[in-house]
């Protein structure tokens, strides 16, 4: 009897001291770090492509900028986007990675500014997963979430922080029809 409260005791003691240590994991939030004022783009300035929802900033109008995305985990929920990364398609510039176009054919994807983190997930893959199949993709660009509503940036508003901006090819994978396009929740992580 005397073993058995002994054990009893024991076992009290460890739960206590268990939850006690234990810290709960709070995930990392991101804010916005600024603002930018969209520029009106001059007529005719803004590509307009039928995959595109929106890519005309509205004049004068505040868009939130970040530095940061939500932490990465081996399953984070973000948003998908279609992006077009062929010469005059999307922001108009070679991929920042490897300063090249991409085809609509190539699996490849553009990260929001604190996920692409200073070029580290350059080139390297990703698991995309969605509307219940997966795909591996090649981190090839930026979608710049500290910038945006300019020329350079085709008047698009700046990124948010939670994009993951992929080619025609990457939503074909994912058995998504091209003009169904836009916008869709999905999970990634790094490959």
Same mark, same amino acid.
């Not at 997930?121 to 660009?141: E, F, P, Q, T």
């Given at each position: 009897?005397?073993?058995?409260?002994?054990?009893?005791?024991?076992?009290?003691?460890?739960?206590?001291?268990?939850?006690?240590?234990?810290?709960?994991?709070?995930?990392?939030?991101?804010?916005?770090?600024?603002?930018?004022?969209?520029?009106?783009?001059?007529?005719?300035?803004?590509?307009?492509?039928?995959?595109?929802?929106?890519?005309?900033?509205?004049?004068?109008?505040?868009?939130?900028?970040?530095?940061?995305?939500?932490?990465?985990?081996?399953?984070?929920?973000?948003?998908?986007?279609?992006?077009?990364?062929?010469? #005059?398609? !999307?922001?108009? @510039?070679? *991929? %920042?990675?490897?300063?090249?176009?991409? &085809?609509?054919?190539?699996?490849?994807?553009?990260?929001?500014?604190?996920?692409?983190?200073?070029?580290?997930?350059?080139?390297?893959?990703?698991?995309?997963? #969605?509307? !219940?199949?997966? @795909?591996? *993709? %090649?981190?090839?660009?930026?979608?710049? &979430?500290?910038?945006?509503?300019?020329?350079?940036?085709?008047?698009?508003?700046?990124?948010?922080?939670?994009?993951?901006?992929?080619?025609?090819?990457?939503?074909?994978?994912?058995?998504?029809?091209?003009?169904?396009?836009?916008?869709?929740?999905?999970?990634?992580?790094?490959?």
């Amino acid at each position: 009897m005397k073993v058995c409260s002994t054990i009893i005791l024991l076992i009290c003691f460890l739960l206590i001291a268990t939850e006690c240590y234990i810290v709960e994991a709070k995930p990392k939030t991101c804010k916005p770090s600024g603002k930018v004022r969209a520029k009106k783009p001059p007529p005719g300035q803004c590509l307009k492509f039928p995959r595109y929802a929106d890519c005309n900033c509205i004049g004068g109008k505040l868009y939130d900028i970040y530095k940061c995305s939500p932490e990465v985990s081996n399953h984070t929920k973000v948003t998908l986007t279609l992006n077009g990364f062929a010469e #005059g398609d !999307g922001g108009g @510039v070679p *991929a %920042k990675c490897d300063k090249k176009y991409h &085809s609509d054919n190539e699996l490849v994807v553009a990260l929001s500014t604190g996920w692409f983190n200073k070029r580290k997930r350059c080139l390297k893959y990703i698991n995309i997963y #969605g509307n !219940g199949k997966s @795909v591996k *993709a %090649k981190v090839v660009d930026e979608c710049d &979430s500290t910038k945006g509503c300019d020329e350079q940036h085709n008047y698009q508003p700046p990124c948010p922080n939670n994009i993951v901006d992929a080619s025609i090819a990457v939503w074909r994978a994912l058995g998504v029809p091209v003009d169904q396009g836009g916008e869709m929740d999905i999970y990634w992580s790094d490959a």
